[in-house]
């Protein structure tokens, strides 16, 4: 396997180094000419990668938002993954040539103006970050690998923002290595799931370039089947009013129903005739199939083994095909988000009130934490804000542990945040701060291989010395004067009221011993603790 990938290693090397080298001098220079209210989403999928651009208006909960381009790039990374979850090179090389022309079309926007997910197949490759390193500088832009249950939320909004009412709905997007399914009302989601089968890693393992017969067709329709029936089971229980697909498959097999068999929509009768179709002939000779790309007919027999199980499972009649998916998702919340309405900031009022935590405390650990972390983050030539971020929410939700027991609180609060549902948060926002939680109490050898780069040490140590400041003042009329701290290139220095410490002296002995600990595990050459 390592041979195959190091076959095209030179070429891809090149082609990235080409592609890389003047990508910065572009974005200098195109995000003072971007659009403000212009966005852009990059989906990563299984199948295609895919990017849309928006134009948006409005605030609120429903904003405008309207597509003025798309961009679709047929990769097949799922096809690309071998029995132990390598990616292969061709696959590698089918997607970076698709972001290079997205990098083209994107040269206009600014960084906070685009989004970019990876999507089934990024998340189970086991070379997926050697990937990720190589497509990020070819894109020019951060690249987030999203969890299954978080793009079932993005695909909700998305199609819960363009149906616009309040009927209670059930969502299936067949995608190209996962199929997301989504039950609930309005703009609210009661059930998000995502089960690993999609119409490449279908076509992949049950038909493998054969052609699809009854037997084969049967049998992966009875296997894809014991997957979907545990949330079929659920959704059922819950019941809805209207039941919608979303995404290629469905296009395509509705496209196929429309203008074949004059059918509103996708319906039992109709899956039946594509099936028959399916064993009467090969793929490129079906008139039935050649209604759609030829991209699509290389991976429906999958996507229909997908869709007719979905309609076994679920017990469905029929379905309604829906344009808005993910990547309307994703740009609604990013128009949120530059209006002011973070869905992580809902995420995170959201757990402190189903922990019951002490708000008050939780903001005033996170203010006096960022008001260090901003002291010192100015001399730090990174990304500061993100990480910022981070370390408010860690500090609001450090005490979520407590609900289990008050030993090894943080440990607790950091299995919680690691396993909990959060809408908003990727996957390494929600491990970097179940990381931070970690952090707050304890040795910080446990640590090490979790947090990284300057500003990641530093938002441990703001976190820390908040957490002792306030551990210290707790019953005092007024809450502690706030030090000074400085923190670069392994070396700190807090800067505290000698006043206030004599009447602290357990504060004092805690900073000491904090300072120590740091220099003892070598993650700092020196600490000092100077009283002013």
């Not at 090389?93 to 990024?122: D, K």
């Not at 997301?180 to 009661?190: K, N, T």
């Not at 074949?260 to 793929?283: C, I, K, N, W, Y």
């Not at 996170?366 to 500061?384: M, N, P």
Request: aromatic letters at 6%.
């Amino acid at each position: 396997m390592v041979g195959n990938n190091d076959s095209l290693m030179t070429t891809r090397h090149a082609f990235v180094n080409a592609l890389s080298y003047s990508r910065p001098i572009i974005l200098k220079v195109s995000s003072l000419m971007s659009e403000p209210n212009l966005l852009a989403a990059i989906d990563l999928g299984s199948n295609s990668f895919r990017l849309l651009i928006a134009r948006a208006a409005g605030e609120g909960p429903s904003p405008s938002v309207r597509a003025i381009d798309s961009v679709k790039k047929s990769v097949r990374l799922a096809a690309g993954l071998d029995t132990d979850r390598w990616l292969d090179a061709d696959s590698r090389m089918r997607g970076l040539e698709a972001l290079s022309v997205f990098s083209n079309r994107l040269r206009a926007f600014a960084p906070q103006a685009v989004r970019a997910v990876a999507t089934n197949t990024l998340r189970v490759a086991r070379n997926a970050a050697d990937f990720l390193a190589d497509a990020q500088a070819v894109l020019g832009y951060p690249i987030e690998v999203i969890s299954g249950q978080e793009e079932a939320r993005l695909i909700w909004v998305g199609a819960s923002h363009a149906l616009a009412d309040q009927r209670r709905r059930l969502v299936i997007d067949i995608g190209g290595g996962s199929t997301e399914c989504i039950l609930g009302a309005g703009s609210d989601p009661l059930m998000l799931d995502s089960i690993d089968a999609g119409c490449v890693s279908a076509t992949v393992t049950h038909f493998g370039g054969r052609r699809a017969d009854e037997r084969s067709f049967e049998r992966a329709t009875r296997q894809i089947k014991q997957t979907f029936a545990p949330v079929a089971r659920r959704a059922r229980a819950l019941g809805w009013e209207h039941a919608v697909a979303t995404s290629g498959t469905a296009k395509a097999l509705t496209q196929i129903a429309r203008s074949v068999f004059g059918e509103p929509g996708l319906d039992r009768v109709a899956l039946e005739r594509m099936r028959q179709a399916l064993f009467a002939a090969s793929l490129d000779e079906s008139p039935l199939f050649a209604q759609i790309k030829s991209d699509r007919r290389a991976v429906i027999a999958g996507g229909l083994a997908v869709m007719t199980a979905v309609f076994d499972e679920f017990a469905l009649d029929s379905i309604d095909y829906c344009e808005a998916a993910l990547r309307d998702g994703i740009l609604i919340e990013l128009w949120s988000e530059r209006s002011g309405r973070d869905v992580r900031e809902q995420t995170v009022e959201r757990l402190e009130h189903r922990y019951r935590l002490d708000q008050a405390r939780g903001r005033w650990l996170a203010d006096t934490a960022c008001a260090l972390y901003d002291q010192a983050a100015r001399a730090i030539r990174e990304e500061r804000l993100e990480r910022r971020a981070l370390l408010g929410w860690a500090a609001r939700l450090a005490d979520a542990g407590r609900v289990i027991s008050e030993e090894n609180h943080h440990r607790h609060a950091a299995y919680m945040l690691r396993n909990a549902d959060m809408p908003g948060f990727n996957e390494a926002e929600q491990t970097a701060l179940s990381a931070l939680v970690l952090a707050q109490a304890g040795g910080l050898r446990k640590l090490c291989g979790m947090v990284s780069g300057e500003l990641g040490w530093l938002s441990v140590l703001a976190l820390r010395l908040a957490g002792l400041l306030e551990r210290h003042a707790r019953g005092d009329p007024s809450p502690p004067p706030l030090p000074a701290l400085f923190f670069k290139q392994g070396l700190a220095r807090i800067e505290i009221s000698r006043e206030w410490l004599a009447t602290h002296p357990e504060a004092r002995d805690a900073l000491i011993d904090e300072s120590a600990r740091w220099i003892d595990q070598r993650l700092l050459a020196e600490f000092e603790v100077r009283e002013l």
